[in-house]
């Protein structure tokens, strides 16, 4: 789960790490109040769940109100392109206006996880205010890492040698512990996946400050922080991705032609990667988990019916908890009440498959029935070209 920059710095500030004085605002009238409140000069950032703002236009600092008003009609009345948006973009719904802060150094810093260690990893580096992975790609050496043990947590001398790899020396060494240690309680306690300052700077006037701050929970967490749900914003979500989550569907929109439903998220994968071999294009992720029922199935057939983009479908289910006859009526079920005129190629096996396949061969449907993956994978992209 991802939250705006603001809500982001709000939770920092929390824990006592300093942020420049802001307000969010949601018309281009609050954002001219709001920089004349900072003074008139001030730096307007559109808020979206996507990094590259800057380079895109969507952060700018201006000199007087009446810029920032500009400004914001501007952001508000189109879509932000980056490239972790892709070209769809990204609709502008808040803008945050800022202090301008005179800065004298930026570094970058972060705690996120390391899936491949099962632990939290810190990382810094005295090029903040960057794409960290150019800098990791170009200078790797300037990247400082250090994986945190979960049963010692972080200690102080591992922030500080963190914060003498940057450069810090006295009393900005020391801040900058008590920043890391703060950081790294946030995370736990909030259930991060990510926490990002970037840039983090020191001031012209001595201060350490977090110019920007990026975080995202652990979805498998959220039932700990009932006000994370209220934080949550939808303008920022695919629509289909919205609608799988009321139904505890994994739903990710891709980009390709071929709606796939499959149960557990290993074999999806694997699905996606044989219709690429194969020729073919996903249009989407979707896990209907391992013991979905009738309805669940129906459900997610449908949205992947509602994606303009598919034109064929692709169901590979293995029956182990769930029964292969189950899955067929909720595919006959959603394409008869939509009345889904698309190509179905269907790959099961396990409990009750040979009911199921019965099921799906008289029931009218365009449908083929597939002996395996491979078999199933190249039906489909076929029957598409």
Same mark, same amino acid.
């Not at 006592?16 to 109040?33: F, H, K, N, S």
């Not at 700990?224 to 505890?248: C, F, N, W």
């Not at 998220?265 to 194969?278: K, Q, Y």
């Given at each position: 789960?991802?939250?705006?920059?603001?809500?982001?710095? $709000?939770?920092?500030?929390?824990?006592?790490?300093?942020?420049?004085?802001?307000? +969010?605002?949601?018309?281009?009238?609050?954002?001219?109040?709001?920089?004349?409140?900072?003074?008139?000069?001030?730096? &307007?950032?559109?808020?979206?769940?996507?990094?590259?703002?800057?380079?895109?236009?969507?952060?700018?600092?201006?000199?007087?109100?009446?810029?920032?008003?500009?400004?914001?009609?501007?952001?508000?009345?189109?879509? =932000?392109?980056?490239?972790?948006?892709?070209?769809?973009?990204?609709?502008?719904?808040?803008?945050?206006? $800022?202090?301008?802060?005179?800065?004298?150094? $930026?570094?970058?810093?972060?705690?996120?996880?390391?899936?491949?260690? *099962?632990?939290?990893?810190?990382?810094? *580096?005295?090029?903040?205010?960057?794409?960290?992975?150019?800098?990791?790609?170009?200078?790797?050496?300037?990247?400082?890492?250090?994986?945190?043990?979960?049963?010692?947590?972080?200690?102080?001398?591992?922030?500080?040698?963190?914060?003498?790899?940057?450069?810090?020396?006295?009393?900005?060494?020391?801040?900058? &512990?008590?920043?890391? =240690? *703060?950081?790294?309680?946030?995370?736990?306690?909030?259930?991060?996946?990510? +926490?990002?300052?970037?840039?983090?700077? &020191?001031?012209?006037?001595?201060?350490?400050?977090?110019?920007?701050?990026?975080?995202?929970?652990?979805?498998?967490?959220?039932?700990?922080?009932?006000?994370?749900?209220?934080?949550?914003?939808? *303008?920022?979500?695919?629509?289909?991705?919205?609608?799988?989550?009321?139904?505890?569907?994994?739903?990710?929109?891709?980009?390709?032609?071929?709606?796939?439903?499959?149960?557990?998220?290993?074999?999806?994968?694997?699905?996606?990667?044989?219709?690429?071999?194969?020729?073919?294009?996903?249009?989407?992720?979707?896990? &209907?988990?391992?013991?979905?029922?009738?309805?669940?199935?129906?459900?997610?057939?449908?949205?992947?019916?509602?994606?303009?983009?598919?034109?064929?479908?692709?169901?590979?289910?293995?029956?182990?908890?769930?029964?292969?006859?189950?899955?067929?009526?909720?595919?006959?079920?959603?394409?008869?009440?939509?009345?889904?005129?698309?190509?179905?190629?269907?790959?099961?096996?396990?409990?009750?498959?040979? $009911?199921?396949?019965?099921?799906?061969?008289?029931?009218?449907?365009?449908?083929?029935?597939?002996?395996?993956?491979?078999?199933?994978?190249?039906?489909?992209?076929?029957?598409?070209?």
């Amino acid at each position: 789960m991802n939250i705006h920059e603001y809500q982001a710095k $709000e939770i920092l500030s929390g824990y006592d790490i300093a942020v420049p004085r802001g307000r +969010v605002c949601l018309t281009a009238d609050q954002v001219e109040r709001a920089a004349k409140m900072m003074g008139g000069h001030c730096v &307007v950032k559109a808020q979206i769940y996507a990094g590259g703002r800057g380079k895109a236009g969507g952060v700018k600092v201006v000199h007087h109100p009446e810029q920032a008003q500009e400004l914001a009609k501007e952001l508000f009345a189109r879509k =932000l392109v980056t490239p972790q948006t892709g070209p769809e973009g990204l609709r502008v719904r808040r803008i945050l206006v $800022e202090e301008a802060v005179e800065i004298a150094r $930026e570094f970058y810093l972060s705690i996120t996880l390391d899936r491949g260690a *099962s632990r939290y990893i810190l990382i810094a *580096s005295a090029e903040g205010g960057v794409e960290i992975e150019e800098v990791a790609a170009k200078t790797p050496d300037k990247i400082h890492k250090l994986t945190i043990d979960p049963l010692t947590g972080l200690r102080s001398y591992q922030a500080r040698k963190i914060a003498l790899a940057l450069g810090l020396t006295g009393s900005l060494c020391e801040d900058c &512990v008590e920043l890391i =240690l *703060s950081l790294y309680r946030a995370c736990l306690e909030k259930d991060c996946a990510l +926490v990002e300052v970037n840039p983090l700077v &020191v001031t012209k006037a001595g201060w350490l400050m977090a110019m920007d701050a990026k975080m995202s929970f652990d979805d498998n967490a959220i039932y700990r922080h009932r006000e994370y749900p209220d934080m949550v914003d939808y *303008s920022q979500l695919d629509t289909l991705e919205i609608t799988a989550g009321k139904y505890d569907l994994a739903y990710i929109k891709l980009d390709g032609t071929i709606g796939c439903l499959v149960n557990g998220a290993g074999l999806a994968m694997a699905t996606l990667d044989v219709l690429n071999e194969c020729g073919g294009k996903p249009a989407n992720f979707l896990d &209907v988990g391992g013991g979905a029922s009738r309805e669940k199935v129906a459900e997610a057939f449908k949205i992947i019916l509602q994606d303009p983009d598919v034109k064929g479908i692709f169901v590979n289910i293995f029956g182990g908890i769930m029964r292969c006859d189950v899955i067929a009526q909720g595919v006959i079920e959603a394409a008869n009440e939509v009345h889904c005129p698309l190509p179905i190629v269907v790959r099961m096996d396990g409990s009750q498959v040979e $009911e199921g396949k019965r099921l799906l061969t008289t029931s009218g449907l365009n449908v083929q029935c597939a002996d395996n993956l491979g078999d199933g994978a190249q039906r489909i992209v076929k029957m598409l070209g």
